[in-house]
């Protein structure tokens, strides 16, 4: 059975950077579009940044400028490069995609969530 695995989570300080990425757990015909989600406890999961299947982007005001969504599409993965982090971006963060397992059979899936703290 295909899963949504993210990688990449963990401690940085203020200012630093992390690369988080999302990949399906077997073979798969394509990812199409792609979802960054983060959520703190208590509090509603968030969108953070969008990507197409042709690559357009999308991102939560709270990130423009700091982060950057991308795919390899070669790899059917998706990248949340994320800079000039903030103690405010401690959440878990969680992949959400739509993946073509097999051609013509198209399902959603969420990954199990990455925790990312931003703390000195």
């Known amino acids: 059975q295909v899963q949504l695995v993210e990688f990449g989570g963990g401690l940085v300080q203020p200012g630093g950077f992390l690369r988080l990425s999302c990949a399906a757990s077997?073979?798969?015909?394509?990812?199409?579009?792609v979802h960054w989600y983060r959520q703190v406890p208590g509090l509603e999961r968030v969108l953070v940044a969008s990507?197409?299947?042709?690559?357009?982007?999308n991102y939560a005001d709270s990130v423009k400028g700091r982060f950057t969504i991308s795919r390899d599409n070669a790899k059917n993965t998706v990248y949340l490069q994320m800079s000039s982090l903030k103690p405010e971006d401690t959440a878990v963060y969680y992949c959400?995609?739509?993946?073509?397992?097999?051609?013509?059979?198209?399902?959603?899936?969420w990954g199990q969530g990455t925790q990312v703290t931003v703390s000195s």
């Open positions: 990507i197409t299947s042709t690559g357009r982007t």
């Open positions: 077997a073979s798969i015909a394509s990812m199409n579009n």
């Open positions: 959400n995609a739509d993946l073509t397992v097999v051609p013509g059979r198209l399902s959603n899936y």
